[in-house]
């Protein structure tokens, strides 16, 4: 149990991070909430409540919160958040020992949506709440130094957005947001496999699929994966064998979506900054970053060398958390990243 101590949330479309100071992350779990719809009764949150998906009865729904980046279900966050902040600080220390937390919110967010992120947070229990960009928090959990005076460029490639952005001297110099990462490779692969196969598949063998011979860039060798799914033409159950060169072409037009703003993004740099980031290359955080080829094609398309970073998926939670050291310094001044609201 933890008392009293500021956390950091990584709140993704796709997981949900918590970070507490001076212990890490504690806390990893799937954005899914499953609801009795005759009593409004919560029956399951996080991967007990992921398992339902595609499988409940009528009268329970498992609900997905955040749909690209934002909230979407304002009342099931807060319950999801209240529900992840008692798992870590147990039901009694929660009550009495209310926390300062700080959310990331993807760059192009409106005041609208920080403002339903600050006010589910709130409800949820937090004493203050705080906000920090992705691409910030991103960069932070890297281990990049952003008060240096030299241009770094994070692409993190998330479940619902793909926030890029280049920054120098702890601020964001140009960013771009785009509704396109995870859930959208998902969509991709299942739109596919209706109109290559006549087969419907669900989310889960869509994430499968992308997980296991999802790809971006053609590989050396294709590999393959039986998969189940019903066909459309008969309604029955059917075994497909599906390679990893139609996996490439299923999600094409989606990656090249996100090379296409890294290009953009690149195009808007000041020289000095471009300059910089031929130099030290770009950085990618976030689980979509880990699809088969990704920093491949971007690089090749950019003429820039792409690392993956090496906790990638931990990357925002990690930043977040870092970035609470900073909390009392945010306090005292207005103009920082992090925004504060009561």
Do not use: W
């Amino acid at each position: 149990m933890v008392f009293g101590q500021d956390i950091g949330i990584d709140l993704g479309t796709a997981s949900v991070l918590v970070y507490v100071k001076n212990k890490g992350i504690v806390l990893t779990e799937p954005s899914v909430i499953a609801i009795d719809r005759n009593t409004n009764q919560l029956l399951a949150v996080g991967e007990e409540a992921r398992r339902m998906l595609g499988r409940t009865p009528g009268n329970i729904v498992a609900i997905r919160p955040l749909r690209d980046g934002v909230i979407s279900d304002y009342d099931v966050t807060e319950r999801m958040l209240k529900y992840f902040i008692n798992k870590v600080f147990g039901n009694r220390g929660f009550r009495f020992f209310k926390p300062r937390i700080m959310v990331c919110v993807p760059s192009g967010v409106t005041e609208v949506e920080e403002r339903a992120v600050i006010d589910a947070t709130m409800q949820a229990g937090a004493r203050k709440t705080y906000l920090i960009e992705e691409p910030i928090a991103a960069a932070i959990g890297a281990g990049i130094d952003i008060s240096r005076a030299c241009g770094s460029m994070v692409i993190d490639v998330g479940g619902g957005t793909t926030d890029i952005a280049v920054i120098s001297l702890g601020g964001i110099v140009v960013s771009s947001s785009i509704k396109v990462a995870g859930d959208v490779f998902d969509e991709a692969i299942v739109r596919y496999m209706r109109k290559k196969h006549n087969i419907m598949i669900g989310e889960q063998t869509a994430e499968e699929l992308k997980i296991k011979i999802g790809t971006a860039y053609p590989r050396v060798q294709d590999i393959t994966i039986d998969i189940r799914g019903r066909n459309l033409i008969s309604g029955l159950p059917r075994t497909i064998t599906v390679s990893s060169s139609e996996m490439h072409e299923a999600l094409e037009e989606s990656v090249s979506s996100i090379v296409e703003t890294v290009h953009s993004v690149l195009e808007r740099t000041p020289p000095e900054i471009a300059a910089d980031i031929s130099d030290r290359g770009i950085v990618m955080t976030g689980g979509g970053s880990l699809l088969y080829g990704l920093d491949k094609i971007i690089s090749e398309k950019t003429g820039t060398n792409v690392m993956v970073a090496e906790d990638a998926i931990s990357c925002v939670a990690l930043g977040t958390g870092k970035a609470l050291d900073d909390i009392d310094a945010i306090e005292r001044s207005s103009a920082t990243e992090g925004r504060s609201r009561r």
